[in-house]
């Protein structure tokens, strides 16, 4: 299969870039998180408020790891590189692509975080949850392209360039 699967800190731009670059070359879009939401009925805030962090994160990784599409753009949550079966699966039915971008830019693009249901544990800071997950994004990208200062088409063009420079190198 051949999919682009998009990871990164919420507020990254995952689902606005991957948006654009599906349009631009010829797939389809999905995001991970609307269809948690569509499966299980409820706001993503809904079901970490009912399950937990755990409850949620099992959720999240059953569906990303069922995800079965082909040709698609895909734009994951945040906290979807906690779920090593729902990795192990976006390797091998795609190229995932790691959008970087710094501590300082994540804050000021990020509103309330519990809102948008972003999963932190009790007492944890936004600022411990960026440095737990970056070694994780970077452990499974096989593309990083650094978002910090781009608009949305500048990055969308950046994810275009990074990904056929990893298809030539992958050759």
């Not at 299969?1 to 689902?15: F, T």
């Not at 070359?25 to 569509?38: A, R, W």
């Not at 192990?88 to 309330?112: A, D």
């Given at each position: 299969?051949?999919?682009?699967i998009?990871?990164g800190?919420?507020g990254?731009?995952?689902s606005?870039?991957?948006?654009?670059l599906a349009?631009?070359?010829?797939?389809?879009?999905t995001?991970?998180d609307?269809?948690i939401?569509?499966q299980?009925?409820k706001?993503?805030?809904e079901?970490?408020?009912?399950?937990?962090?755990?409850?949620?994160?099992?959720v999240?990784?059953?569906?990303?790891?069922?995800?079965q599409?082909?040709?698609h753009?895909?734009?994951?949550g945040g906290?979807v590189?906690?779920?090593?079966?729902?990795?192990?699966?976006?390797?091998?039915?795609?190229?995932?692509?790691y959008?970087?971008l710094?501590?300082?830019s994540?804050?000021?693009?990020?509103?309330?975080?519990?809102?948008?249901?972003?999963v932190?544990?009790?007492?944890q800071?936004?600022?411990d949850?960026?440095?737990?997950?970056?070694?994780?994004?970077?452990?499974y990208?096989d593309?990083?392209?650094?978002a910090?200062g781009y608009g949305v088409?500048?990055?969308?063009?950046?994810?275009?360039?990074t990904l056929?420079?990893?298809?030539?190198?992958?050759?």
């Amino acid at each position: 299969m051949d999919n682009i699967i998009l990871i990164g800190m919420p507020g990254c731009g995952k689902s606005t870039i991957g948006v654009v670059l599906a349009k631009v070359i010829g797939y389809e879009f999905t995001d991970s998180d609307l269809l948690i939401q569509k499966q299980e009925g409820k706001l993503l805030r809904e079901l970490i408020a009912e399950r937990g962090e755990e409850g949620f994160l099992k959720v999240e990784e059953k569906i990303n790891a069922g995800l079965q599409v082909d040709h698609h753009v895909i734009a994951t949550g945040g906290s979807v590189v906690y779920g090593k079966r729902a990795m192990q699966h976006f390797q091998e039915i795609g190229t995932i692509v790691y959008l970087k971008l710094s501590y300082p830019s994540i804050c000021n693009r990020l509103g309330n975080i519990r809102r948008r249901g972003v999963v932190l544990r009790d007492g944890q800071s936004l600022k411990d949850l960026y440095d737990e997950r970056i070694p994780l994004y970077e452990k499974y990208a096989d593309c990083i392209v650094d978002a910090e200062g781009y608009g949305v088409e500048e990055l969308m063009e950046q994810v275009v360039q990074t990904l056929e420079q990893y298809k030539e190198r992958s050759k």
